[in-house]
């Protein structure tokens, strides 16, 4: 993992002392509302529907134990004992007072932590595979280059105050766990097909929101040491082009929209060809250091199996089960990365409880060499756990109830906070989410059902993505009431696309319906293996929006 | 209005024209619509600023730039930051006369004006007396250094890694 030199330090205290100041000057009034509201913003602090909220920045979703530990305790002293991991891989908490946010800050430092850029219109934490140094189809750890992206991002004195928010994700490998096409810059590391040297396949102008797209390529291969200029290139175009007339129109994706992927491309170009590239990016000593933080660990030279880890799965069929859903292969022999889902049945998705972190906390140094992964999935991982292992493990997060067996199946939800917290939100999530899960809770029925993404989102900022949800479920207010859109068809991989509208929409008590009788329909029509989404692009959307329209016939 | 800009409050040698009408002033800040008549009547000894909207095209404002020697450039917003890019463009076209952020800015947004290339900044009276000049010297020492290479010359922490790693070098 990354850590902390002498001038990440001074840099996030200074940060934390600025933002001490900037409080200060708003309650004197030497600032007004309107100034201060994207400097509160810039360091995560939203008016929520109730209170503060806080957003944290897990930097590409990865945390020590003694971070996670540090979460745990602020949890507890500042808030109301629990937080909750976002789809970009940030911790919110929900009910923080203002005047603590500058000591909470100071407790984040304490363990190299910042809320830096979690919100407003400037470049926000960066992402990337939850997966990363762990996958075996991976080209490159993408990690080295989320660090340096988040350094660069960081207080950027040209790219502060763009016309609106700016996503960056990054993946390192042919799989894409990072949605990386639904941000504004998606960044691909892959290999030259002919030099074989590493870089960039660069993606601009996805994004999900009110006007979905999906990103388009504006450079099949960027050599790896021009990363930043290329990036400052994007970001002035953008910040000198984008739109600022309307709110709704001001994401990069609108302008590459508006002006074709070549012409946006070639104003990149033409900009990264005039610029003085090599008094931007980051000397190869520079990237090579931050890259040292990321070497494989200490790992011990194991076997391929485990006698032990055969036995218990043997042995116990509610281990089996979780293995098979929560455990992925690892690169390193012998060991694997196994996945707590925070979706247990029933429960708000993404929220853990102090108790929860510190036992996270405490099994990822007994366990994982120290290390936790946050997913956008708003999941953990333990991404280091040996085969011989994850009884043992698989034992002590049942008793805190971390071992719901349901990592990438139709109860481990996305959803926002929704009408329960946000400000924005014109309908509830965390409800509908709770519904749709209790209908599907019988494990056998889970595994027959297979993979499946519900992705459920509270207003059209679609903060839950549910355009690339398999099953997409949109809140909306219609007249006062509540109503959901179903989508279909989306999806968040290296095949990306946005999901299509089934109807008209349902009001919240009829949405569990609505998703089983499409799972009927896949469920009587699939192949032998065929996975839910394949066998949506197979038969296409006609027998599901006949079932949808059934389903809302009989509820109208 | 209020000027300052690193060692804080200075006056202002500028005077805005009415329109094209420079006059015999010796330091005319002349709004860019007028700017080509007003560079057609300058006499040798006076000097012409242009005041720029944040939209201006830098393949216009090429053909003009030399003959100017304050650019000042209209925030109107101190949430655009149209300014912060064009200011960078206009310095790395080889600008070497006076860059000035005009409009509404914040003391927090002094480091960022500086480091993109403004020498200075000329704020409504209204903001001015909100935020006085001592808050914008602070808020401009905050952040000792910030990571991007290339902007300011305060130094970055790329550079100050690289420095202290060229050290070490020679002192193994």
């Known amino acids: ?556 | 209005m209020p000027l300052l800009d690193r060692h804080g409050a200075k006056a202002d040698l500028w005077t805005r024209s009415e329109g094209a009408a420079i006059g015999n002033l010796s330091h005319a800040l002349v709004a860019w619509a007028a700017l080509p008549e007003a560079l057609a009547q300058r006499s040798r000894d006076q000097r012409i600023g242009a005041v720029l909207p944040n939209t201006v095209r830098m393949s216009e404002l090429k053909l003009v730039m030399r003959q100017l020697s304050l650019i000042a450039i209209g925030f109107p917003s101190f949430a655009d930051g149209r300014g912060f890019s064009l200011a960078r463009l206009i310095r790395n076209h080889g600008f070497a006369g006076s860059l000035r952020a005009s409009g509404p800015l914040i003391p927090d947004q002094f480091a960022y004006a500086l480091a993109c290339g403004f020498d200075e900044v000329e704020l409504p009276q209204e903001s001015a007396a909100r935020q006085p000049v001592e808050q914008w010297l602070t808020a401009l020492g905050r952040i000792s250094h910030g990571y991007q290479r290339g902007y300011g010359d305060s130094g970055n922490i790329l550079d100050r890694r690289r420095a202290a790693r060229l050290k070490h070098a020679a002192a193994c």
Not at chain 1, 301 to 318: H, I, M, Q, R
Not at chain 1, 383 to 403: I, N
Not at chain 1, 436 to 453: H, M, S, T, W, Y
Request: with cysteine; charged share 25%.
């Open chain 1, 1 to 556: 993992m990354y850590r902390y030199d002498e001038f990440d330090e001074r840099f996030v205290r200074e940060r934390v002392a600025q933002f001490r100041d900037q409080v200060g000057r708003r309650l004197s009034g030497a600032l007004t509302e309107d100034e201060f509201k994207p400097l509160r913003l810039k360091n995560g602090v939203y008016l929520q529907l109730h209170a503060y909220m806080l957003r944290i920045a897990v930097p590409y979703g990865t945390l020590s134990a003694r971070q996670m530990r540090q979460l745990a305790l602020i949890g507890e002293r500042y808030d109301r004992g629990y937080g909750h991991f976002t789809t970009r891989t940030n911790l919110q908490f929900n009910w923080p007072k203002l005047r603590d946010i500058p000591d909470i800050l100071d407790l984040l430092a304490d363990v190299e932590m910042h809320a830096i850029q979690t919100s407003g219109n400037c470049i926000r934490n960066v992402t990337a595979d939850h997966f990363a140094g762990v996958a075996p189809d991976e080209i490159e750890d993408p990690r080295p280059t989320a660090e340096l992206i988040r350094q660069w991002s960081s207080l950027h004195p040209e790219f502060d105050y763009l016309p609106r928010k700016f996503k960056i994700a990054v993946t390192g490998a042919a799989h894409d766990r990072a949605v990386i096409k639904a941000h504004d810059i998606g960044l691909r590391i892959l290999r030259h097909p002919d030099t074989n040297e590493i870089g960039y396949e660069v993606v601009v102008g996805g994004g999900l929101g009110r006007t979905p797209m999906i990103g388009k390529t504006v450079r099949e291969f960027l050599p790896k040491a021009d990363l930043l200029a290329y990036l400052e290139a994007i970001m002035r175009v953008y910040n000198l082009e984008g739109r600022r007339d309307n709110k709704y129109k001001a994401r990069v994706k609108i302008l590459v929209h508006e002006i074709g992927t070549a012409e946006f491309s070639r104003r990149v170009e033409e900009e990264f060809a005039r610029l003085d590239g090599p008094s931007v990016n980051a000397d190869p000593a520079e990237v090579a250091r931050i890259a040292a933080y990321f070497a494989p660990p200490a790992y011990e030279a194991l076997p391929a199996t485990s006698g032990a880890f055969e036995t218990a799965k043997a042995g116990n069929p509610d281990f089996a089960r979780w293995v098979e859903t929560n455990v992925t292969p690892h690169r390193q022999q012998g060991y694997a990365a196994a996945t707590i889902s925070l979706k247990p049945i029933g429960a708000p998705p993404g929220d853990a409880s102090s108790a929860q972190m510190r036992l996270v906390a405490d099994l990822a140094e007994a366990f994982s060499l120290s290390e936790i992964r946050v997913t956008h999935a708003q999941n953990l991982v333990l991404p280091h756990v040996k085969l011989s292992d994850l009884f043992a493990l698989w034992q002590r997060l049942g008793e805190a109830g971390l071992a719901t067996a349901n990592a990438g199946l139709i109860t481990d939800i996305i959803a926002c906070p929704g009408l329960d917290y946000c400000a924005l939100a014109t309908a509830r999530s965390i409800p509908i989410a709770q519904a749709v899960a209790k209908r599907f809770a019988d494990p056998a029925r889970q595994k027959e059902i297979g993979v499946l993404n519900v992705k459920i989102s509270g207003c059209i900022n679609a903060c839950g993505h549910h355009h690339v949800g398999h099953i997409g479920i949109l809140g909306l207010e219609k007249r006062g009431i509540e109503s959901y859109q179903i989508t279909l068809g989306g999806d968040a991989t290296e095949t990306a696309a946005i999901g299509e509208i089934l109807g008209p929409g349902l009001a919240a008590e009829d949405v569990p319906d609505a998703i089983e009788r499409i799972v009927s329909v896949y469920l009587a029509q699939r192949r032998a293996g065929e996975s839910f989404i394949d066998n949506v692009r197979r038969i296409g959307l006609a027998p599901f929006k006949a079932a949808f329209q059934e389903a809302s016939h009989a509820v109208a």
